[in-house]
């Protein structure tokens, strides 16, 4: 929004992920800021207009993340590092020929297309890849603060006390890389 020049303090912010296609069919609300993806997922339901995915915003940031409990971790820590080397392998296909997320993807509702589509603000996929470097978790420090301070979350988040990147470390470590 700041990249915009929105002003979130004139904005009412209504925190309802999983309630926004209703809120945006009944009307209770007038926009989403969402991941593209959910963003072109609404526009297909006849539920608005994308307007803007911010694919042209240099500091502009999506993340998935891959969470697995702390227990299994504890008592099968080849767990992560496997996991790891998969989504690395993974990465490294995709990036040689991106086609292949889009036909993996695709099905009878999403096709090839909508994908490709929704990866426009990413074409180089940096956010399919497992790895989570330092100024990733900076990024987290910054949403978080933003999160605090226009009260969607109520209590600030230690982003590094919950990401470990030692499983990525020895995957790619064990693969080459």
Sequence with gaps: MIARGLDASKIEIINAT?????????????????????????????????????????????????????????????????INKALIRAYDDIAADQQILYDATANSTITADFTKKDYEY?????????EIPEDRLSHYDELNDWLVSHSIISQPVDAGSFIDRTYYKQAAEELGK
């Excluded at 297909?44 to 207009?49: K, P, Q």
């Excluded at 971790?73 to 080849?78: F, R, V, Y």
């Design 18 to 82: 999983t309630d926004a296609q209703s809120l945006l069919a009944t009307k209770d609300a007038d926009a989403y800021i969402m991941m593209p993806s959910s963003l072109y997922y609404m526009e297909s339901l006849g539920l608005g207009t994308v307007i803007d995915t911010g694919a042209d915003i240099p500091e502009g940031s999506t993340t998935y993340l891959f969470v697995v409990t702390s227990n299994l971790l504890k008592e099968s820590p080849e767990v992560g590092v496997a």
């Design 122 to 130: 990413d074409t180089v996929l940096d956010a399919l890849s497992p």
